[in-house]
């Protein structure tokens, strides 16, 4: 599957996020919301996702700076003296 290049990832997770407080303050059909929406679109092209809470977790996981087996969602934390695994 075809990824997003990453220096395209963080413009796109900022605009979302900008966008969607703005969006908080507006009604549905508005110039904001419409641009929400296509931002979330962009992400989940751009990321290979269906759904815009996926596409910012792969967008999260492909930003510059993320480690290569960062599974901070799905990981617990270990009881005092339990190894470590990834």
Known sequence: MLM???ALLPGLVERYWSLSVL????????P?????????RAL???????????ALVAARHNL????????SL???TPASGE????
């Open 83 to 86: 190894p470590v695994t990834a």
């Open 74 to 76: 799905l990981a617990r």
């Open 4 to 6: 997003a290049h990453p």
């Open 64 to 71: 510059p700076g993320a480690g290569p087996l960062d599974d």
């Open 44 to 54: 989940c092209v751009a990321t290979g996702t269906s759904s815009v809470d996926a």
């Open 23 to 30: 969006e908080a303050a507006e009604a549905e059909g508005s």
């Open 32 to 40: 904001v919301h419409e641009q929400l929406c296509d931002v979330a």
